[in-house]
C-alpha cells in the first residue's frame, strides 16, 4: 500500500468508521437531528451544525491546496452561517460534508506520492508540506468530533 493510500484510508477511517481511536465523524452523527444540530448547550460554543460545515470547508481547502492553490478562507467561509434550520436542511448539510470529504480521499488517493514532500502553496516553514497537512485534515476531523460527541450527550 502506497503512503497516499494509507492516508487516503486514515481519512476516511477518521469519518466513516474502524478508526482505531473509537467513533468516527459519521459514527457520532449518526442519530443527530436537526434540532440536537442547531442547538446551542454551551454559550459562545460552536453548535454542532456549525462544526459540520466548518469541517466541510477545511476539507475542501486542503484538496485546493492539492492543486496547486493558495487558500486562506474568510471567517464566513470557515464558519458559514445556518439559515434554515429544518431537517431537509441538515440533511443536505450532511450530504454536502459526506460530498467533499469523498473528492478529498480521491484527490489523496490519486496524488503522487512524491509530492507529499512539497511546500502547500501559500504556507511558510520549511515544515508545512503536504504530508503534514493532510495528516492535520484527520488531527482536525477527530478533535472536532470529539466535540460533536461531547455537544451530542448535552
Same mark, same amino acid.
Given at each position: 500500500?502506497?503512503?497516499?493510500?494509507?492516508?487516503?484510508?486514515?481519512?476516511?477511517?477518521?469519518?466513516?468508521?474502524?478508526?482505531?481511536?473509537?467513533?468516527?465523524?459519521?459514527?457520532?452523527?449518526?442519530?443527530?437531528? %436537526?434540532? =440536537?444540530?442547531?442547538?446551542?448547550? #454551551? &454559550?459562545?460554543?460552536?453548535?454542532?451544525?456549525?462544526?459540520? !460545515?466548518? $469541517?466541510?470547508?477545511?476539507?475542501? %481547502?486542503? =484538496?485546493?491546496?492539492?492543486?496547486? #492553490? &493558495?487558500?486562506?478562507?474568510?471567517?464566513?467561509?470557515?464558519? !458559514?452561517? $445556518?439559515?434554515?434550520?429544518?431537517?431537509?436542511?441538515?440533511?443536505?448539510?450532511?450530504?454536502?460534508?459526506?460530498?467533499?470529504?469523498?473528492?478529498?480521499?480521491?484527490?489523496?488517493?490519486?496524488?503522487?506520492?512524491?509530492?507529499?514532500?512539497?511546500?502547500?502553496?501559500?504556507?511558510?516553514?520549511?515544515?508545512?508540506?503536504?504530508?503534514?497537512?493532510?495528516?492535520?485534515?484527520?488531527?482536525?476531523?477527530?478533535?472536532?468530533?470529539?466535540?460533536?460527541?461531547?455537544?451530542?450527550?448535552?
Amino acid at each position: 500500500m502506497s503512503e497516499t493510500a494509507r492516508i487516503a484510508d486514515q481519512l476516511r477511517r477518521v469519518f466513516y468508521g474502524g478508526a482505531w481511536h473509537g467513533d468516527s465523524l459519521f459514527e457520532i452523527l449518526n442519530g443527530v437531528t %436537526a434540532g =440536537r444540530a442547531a442547538a446551542r448547550p #454551551v &454559550a459562545n460554543a460552536h453548535t454542532i451544525w456549525e462544526l459540520v !460545515p466548518h $469541517i466541510a470547508a477545511w476539507d475542501g %481547502a486542503a =484538496r485546493r491546496r492539492m492543486t496547486g #492553490v &493558495a487558500v486562506k478562507l474568510s471567517a464566513k467561509k470557515n464558519f !458559514p452561517p $445556518i439559515t434554515d434550520t429544518s431537517e431537509e436542511a441538515w440533511e443536505k448539510t450532511l450530504e454536502q460534508v459526506r460530498r467533499v470529504h469523498d473528492e478529498l480521499i480521491d484527490a489523496v488517493e490519486k496524488f503522487p506520492i512524491k509530492s507529499l514532500d512539497k511546500q502547500v502553496p501559500g504556507k511558510t516553514g520549511t515544515h508545512y508540506n503536504f504530508y503534514y497537512m493532510l495528516h492535520g485534515v484527520a488531527q482536525h476531523e477527530l478533535y472536532h468530533a470529539g466535540q460533536i460527541a461531547l455537544l451530542k450527550k448535552m
